[in-house]
Nanobody, 115 residues
Framework: QVQLVESGGGLVQSGGSLRLSCAAS????????MGWFRQAPGKQRELVATITSFGFTTYADSVKGRFTISRDSAGNTVWLQMNSLKAEDTAVYYCRYGSTGRLFWGKGTLVTVSS
């Protein structure tokens, strides 16, 4: 099992910044990918950004140039730096860990952007 704990969510004004953190513990393998997904009210969960063990990143088009995903050298913590936040970024943000076909999710952290 892998446990994921997110933090850093909150209320921010449009144009502001937040930094989300996700700490992973448990049966963590060296080769894995971690990422952030989000789910807004009434909408499906969607990919925000992912990062592999080798540092390869992917981003949703809607956040490119505004959000940056990174991870520590041990591979246990991943961050999401969110700049120039918009009202449409309001959602619950979930951390995900994936390795050898296993997927684990955190419980989520709420980000609210006021316009």
């Amino acid at each position: 099992q892998v446990q994921l704990v997110e933090s850093g969510g909150g209320l921010v004004q449009s144009g502001g910044s937040l930094r989300l953190s996700c700490a992973a513990s448990g049966s963590i393998f060296g080769l894995n990918d971690m990422g952030w997904f989000r789910q807004a009210p009434g909408k499906q969960r969607e990919l925000v950004a992912t990062i592999t063990s080798f540092g390869f990143t992917t981003y949703a088009d809607s956040v490119k140039g505004r959000f940056t995903i990174s991870r520590d050298s041990a591979g246990n913590t991943v961050w999401l730096q969110m700049n120039s936040l918009k009202a449409e970024d309001t959602a619950v943000y979930y951390c995900r860990y994936g390795s050898t076909g296993r997927l684990f999710w955190g419980k989520g952290t709420l980000v609210t952007v006021s316009s």
